[in-house]
């Protein structure tokens, strides 16, 4: 089992690298898939399968072929020309060396307790939770669902006002 | 852990095959000069012209957004659906007001003409 955890952790990362450093989008879409497929396994050796499957089924299945399809429906050669960020890619250097830096110092200041969990990750246990101590958090949930229902239909809004 | 192990035997198979596939294939090919030509997409011998990525309209792109959403809904009924039993009356409640917010969503869509194909 540390073997499986250590092989898929490794390819997670690989995925994770691929996707920063392949500048093919297509490419690095798949680099994201196989980063989606190790974390799902991941989450079958926490015992967590139903996060796991729906893990692989969600994101890599459907998120990742929308990514697929939006990299199809761009103009790429655009894309490439401006792909300078300048004080904005600087930005985004510098908050993610610092997001990195304090999340290691969570990390080295506590102690992570050895875990044997119970199967939490079950349907029933996560139903169980979800529909009683975090009830307040999945009512939320659907709000931000909602905000992206509006966010994809504002897409179109826009487009018919340059239409007329 | 055991339940997946017909998954690790599927996965140990599918590296094999493909890999095998690969390595049979690069010795097997017989190593011809390569022609810029081979790499063209074929058009019954006519020239192609123009390119594949032409502008594809974003109603594709909301549509799988749309779908996207939903699907993500549609997740969140499986747990709940194995512990209905236990909650009975109020997990329905629960649930009701989960879609009913998503289902507003829905509706504004809909008036926004989502769905529609102009």
């Known amino acids: 089992m540390t073997t499986l955890f250590w092989l898929f952790g490794v390819l997670a990362i690989v995925g994770a690298l691929g996707v920063l450093f392949q500048t093919h989008p297509v490419r690095g879409a798949l680099f994201l898939l196989l980063n989606f497929l190790a974390i799902g396994v991941l989450y079958l050796l926490a015992r967590a399968p139903f996060v796991g499957f729906v893990q692989i089924l969600v994101y890599a299945g459907a998120i990742v072929v929308l990514f697929l399809v939006a990299i199809m429906v761009m103009d790429l050669r655009r894309l490439e020309s401006d792909f300078d960020l300048g004080l904005m890619g600087f930005l985004t250097f510098v908050l993610g060396v610092a997001f990195f830096v304090i999340v290691a110092l969570v990390l080295l200041k506590n102690q992570i307790p050895e875990v044997s969990p119970p199967p939490t990750g079950t349907p029933e246990a996560l139903g169980e939770w979800l529909f009683g101590q975090y009830l307040v958090p999945f009512e939320l949930a659907s709000i931000l669902l909602l905000v992206a229902i509006v966010g994809a239909i504002v897409l179109i809004r826009r487009r018919r006002q340059d239409v007329s | ?118």
């Not at chain 2, 294939?25 to 190593?31: E, F, G, T, V």
């Not at chain 2, 192609?48 to 594809?56: E, L």
Request: glycine share 8%; hydrophobic share 60%; proline share 4%.
């Open chain 2, 1 to 118: 852990m055991t339940a997946y192990l017909s998954l690790l035997v599927v996965f140990v198979l599918a590296v094999l095959l493909i890999g095998g596939i690969l390595v049979l294939s690069h010795l097997l090919n017989p190593q011809r000069s390569t022609n810029p030509a081979k790499g063209e997409a074929y058009e019954c011998g006519i020239i192609p012209k123009g390119d594949a990525r032409a502008p594809v309209s974003i109603r594709f792109f909301v549509m799988a957004l749309l779908f996207l959403i939903f699907d993500i809904e549609v997740v969140f009924l499986f747990p709940w659906a194995v512990v209905y039993h236990k909650l009975m009356l109020l997990g329905w409640i629960e649930m009701v007001i989960f879609l009913g917010i998503l289902l507003v969503g829905y509706f504004y869509a809909w008036g926004q003409g989502a769905f529609d194909w102009k």
